[in-house]
Nanobody
């Protein structure tokens, strides 16, 4: 079972990036994105329920970030628009096979991908 997150990079403020989380080995009922900035705790960004596609977001990214899924590819995306320097962080993909309600807690997710660095320059 593997979650592979990629798509990070360096972008100017106001720009966009799309992160990808590809799952292999099994299916999951819930996916989420978290991020961790230097010297800060890891924080919830957004989540998506696989069945139905309902999403949930942190207030700090609402209206700018969008979580979506591709059922055929067993892949989840994080589209990030209007990026700000404070969005700079390592972004992590997380998933759980039995969770059926949105959770912003790290402890709710049993599977994690490696992080991908997003750097937003001012």
């Amino acid at each position: 079972v593997q979650l592979q997150a990629y798509g990070g990079g360096l972008v100017q403020a106001g720009g966009s990036l799309r992160l990808t989380c590809a799952a292999s080995g099994r299916t999951f009922s819930m996916y989420a994105w978290f991020r961790q900035a230097p010297g800060k705790k890891r924080e919830f960004v957004g989540s998506i329920i696989w069945s139905g596609g309902s999403t949930n977001y942190a207030d700090s990214v609402k209206g700018r970030f969008t979580v979506s899924r591709d059922n055929a590819k067993n892949t989840v995306y994080l589209q990030m628009n209007s990026l700000k320097p404070e969005d700079t962080a390592v972004y992590y993909c997380a998933a759980d096979p039995i969770l059926t309600y949105p959770s912003s807690s790290e402890r709710a997710y049993d599977y994690w991908g490696q992080g991908t660095q997003v750097t937003v320059s001012s």
